[in-house]
């Protein structure tokens, strides 16, 4: 799960796919959700991720499982992300 907590003002001088995730992870997101949205491909989604939160820009957050299992709406999110790709 994705969350970005950085002030907009400070993506001015950032890439506009780093602005528009940063944007749309002001909301827990999944990876699924972004590159859905973006309409980028996944693993685009899973680099550009991964380059923002090593610089700081996000926070990753792996969320803990009751039981090792998802909850239902969270896999409802993840599908529903999928589905637009």
């Given amino acids: 799960m994705l969350f970005a907590d950085a002030p907009p003002h400070t993506f001015a001088l950032i890439t506009p796919e780093y602005a528009a995730i940063s944007e ?3 909301q827990v997101r999944s ?3 972004v590159a859905a949205v973006l309409q980028i ?3 685009v989604a899973r680099v550009l991720i991964a ?3 090593a610089e700081g820009l ?3 957050y792996h969320p803990r499982l009751p039981g090792g ?3 239902a709406g969270l896999l409802e999110r993840v ?3 999928l589905q637009r790709l």
């Fill in 51 to 53: 380059d923002m939160a």
């Fill in 41 to 43: 491909p996944l693993g």
């Fill in 58 to 60: 996000l926070h990753l």
């Fill in 79 to 81: 599908l529903s992300g």
């Fill in 31 to 33: 990876v699924a959700e």
């Fill in 24 to 26: 749309l992870c002001r």
């Fill in 69 to 71: 299992r998802p909850e």
